[in-house]
T-cell receptor, first 114, second 115 residues
Framework: GQNIDQPTEMTATEGAIVQINCTYQTSGFNGLFWYQQHAGEAPTFLSYNVLDGLEEKGRFSSFLSRSKGYSYLLLKELQMKDSASYLC???????????????FGGGTRVLVKP | DAGITQSPRYKITETGRQVTLMCHQT?????MFWYRQDLGHGLRLIYYSAAADITDKGEVPDGYVVSRSKTENFPLTLESATRSQTSVYFC??????????????FGEGSRLTVL
C-alpha cells in the first residue's frame, strides 16, 4: 500500500517563502509529483522528481530524498494568486506497467495574506 | 484543442438512481483515470484504464462501473447512487514522458449531489 502525509493548512505573507513537506511510504517508487489546485478547479501539474535533489522551476522548487521518503515544495516570492491547495502524489509503478497510477496525499491548503 | 472534457459538470440525483458521468479526451492518451475528491480524503482513485477494453479497480471501486470501448471515452456509472457518493469526480488522462514523469491532465470535474 501507499501512505502519503502532508500538512492540512499553512498561512504565509505575500512576498515570503513557504515550504510544504510531504512524507510517503510506498511499495515501489517511480516518481513524486506536485499539483496545484485552486478552489473549484481541477489540479494542474507543477513538478516531477524521480531522482534525489532539487528541481527548480521559476518561483517554485521541489526537492526529493528517496532514502528518507521525503519531498518538499518551496514557493518563493509568494503572490496572492498562489493561494491554493498543493497536492503531493506518488507513482508506485513503472510508467509502462499496468497499475500506472498516482496516489495522492490529502493536500495542503496555502493561504497567502497581504 | 479541447483536451479532456467531462459531462455533466453538475448533477443532482436521488438515492437509488443510476448516474453516468462522461469523460472524453482528444489526445489519444492510453491511460485514463477516475478520482473522487472529498474533504478530508483528498483525491482517491476509483478505476483506471490502461487502454481500450482494459480496466482495473483503484482504491474505492465499490458501487461504480466503468467501460472503455474507445480510447477517447471513459464513462463512470453509479449503478444505484447513495448519499456517500456525493462528491466531486475528476477524470484524468496520462501522457507517458520521461521528462515530466507522465503527468496527469484533469478534466474540470463533475460535482454530484445524491439526495
Amino acid at each position: 500500500g501507499q501512505n502519503i502525509d502532508q500538512p492540512t493548512e499553512m498561512t504565509a505573507t505575500e512576498g515570503a517563502i513557504v515550504q510544504i513537506n510531504c512524507t510517503y511510504q510506498t511499495s515501489g517508487f517511480n516518481g513524486l509529483f506536485w499539483y496545484q489546485q485552486h478552489a473549484g478547479e481541477a489540479p494542474t501539474f507543477l513538478s516531477y522528481n524521480v531522482l534525489d535533489g532539487l528541481e527548480e522551476k521559476g518561483r517554485f522548487s521541489s526537492f526529493l530524498s528517496r532514502s528518507k521518503g521525503y519531498s518538499y515544495l518551496l514557493l518563493k516570492e509568494l503572490q496572492m494568486k498562489d493561494s491554493a491547495s498543493y497536492l503531493c502524489a506518488v507513482s508506485g509503478a513503472k510508467i509502462k506497467a499496468a497499475g500506472n497510477k498516482l496516489t495522492f496525499g490529502g493536500g495542503t491548503r496555502v493561504l497567502v495574506k497581504p | 484543442d479541447a483536451g479532456i472534457t467531462q459531462s455533466p459538470r453538475y448533477k443532482i440525483t436521488e438515492t437509488g438512481r443510476q448516474v453516468t458521468l462522461m469523460c472524453h479526451q482528444t489526445w489519444s492518451h492510453s491511460y485514463m483515470f477516475w478520482y473522487r475528491q472529498d474533504l478530508g480524503h483528498g483525491l482517491r482513485l476509483i478505476y483506471y484504464s490502461a487502454a481500450a477494453d482494459i480496466t482495473d479497480k483503484g482504491e474505492v471501486p465499490d458501487g461504480y462501473v466503468v467501460s472503455r470501448s474507445k480510447t477517447e471515452n471513459f464513462p463512470l456509472t453509479l449503478e444505484s447512487a447513495t448519499r456517500s457518493q456525493t462528491s466531486v469526480y475528476f477524470c484524468a488522462s496520462r501522457v507517458t514522458s520521461s521528462l515530466t514523469g507522465g503527468e496527469l491532465f484533469f478534466g474540470e470535474g463533475s460535482r454530484l449531489t445524491v439526495l
